[in-house]
């Protein structure tokens, strides 16, 4: 990431640098990390053992210090990634609202996209949102905001897409996909793990009536 996209970062995740910072680093990349946590204990139990003439036993021994470190770290990820992820989701929000300066009443929705998993971890190992921002005129699509979970790295860009409601052919959801097709045939897809039922029924309400 860039020096530039760094400082743009750290201005965007107000609410989730407050979160992060209740997190314990070394348990948090224990619970993520069990091919290097176990495997580690083993290594470290043979290495101290060969100082004392039994690196099978201690080594035998590491073995469930690893496992035990790993579980340790499960639960701290379990304990705190909802709160890390939702203030993620929350900055990722209201960064994509005061991009814009759209007159009248406005809302926000979330497009909700997660990926890969670990063992015994709850958490996804990756959160890209969309966020949706309806207006009286027009739609705006802010979708360059990404977490990655194990890393803690966050970053929310500064691009949105807009379209009014008159450029809009249709919007509909085929699993996993948002789908908006303009009116000159152009069909664009925004990826979300749910379908966005209260998104979806707004913006085609918004439609309906602007070509009523």
């Known amino acids: 990431m860039s020096s530039t996209d760094s400082e743009r970062t750290s201005r965007s995740t107000e609410e989730f640098n407050r979160e992060a910072k209740n997190v314990s680093r070394p348990l948090w990349f224990l619970g993520w990390n069990p091919k290097f946590t176990i495997p580690g204990g083993i290594v470290l139990g043979a290495i101290i053992g060969t100082q004392f003439g039994g690196p099978f036993l201690l080594g035998f021994l590491g073995l469930f210090v690893g496992i035990g470190g790993w579980y340790a770290g499960t639960r701290e990820v379990n304990a705190k990634y909802k709160d890390v992820r939702d203030g993620f989701l929350t900055d990722a929000r209201n960064a994509a609202g005061g991009m814009l300066g759209m007159g009248g009443e406005v809302n926000t929705y979330t497009l909700e ?24 005129s027009s739609v705006a699509i802010h979708d360059e905001a990404e ?32 789908q908006l097709k303009t009116s000159d045939g152009e069909l664009l897809q925004f990826a979300s793990s749910r379908r966005p039922d209260d998104a979806l029924y707004e913006l085609q309400e918004r439609i309906r009536e602007h070509k009523s």
């Open 113 to 136: 996209r997660e990926s890969g998993s670990a063992p015994l971890v709850e958490s996804h190992r990756e959160y890209t949102p969309i966020s949706l921002i309806i207006g009286e």
């Open 147 to 178: 977490l990655e979970m194990p890393t803690l790295d966050a970053y929310i860009g500064e691009s949105t897409q807009e379209f009014y409601y008159d450029q809009i052919g249709s919007v509909n959801y085929d699993e996993p996909h948002l």
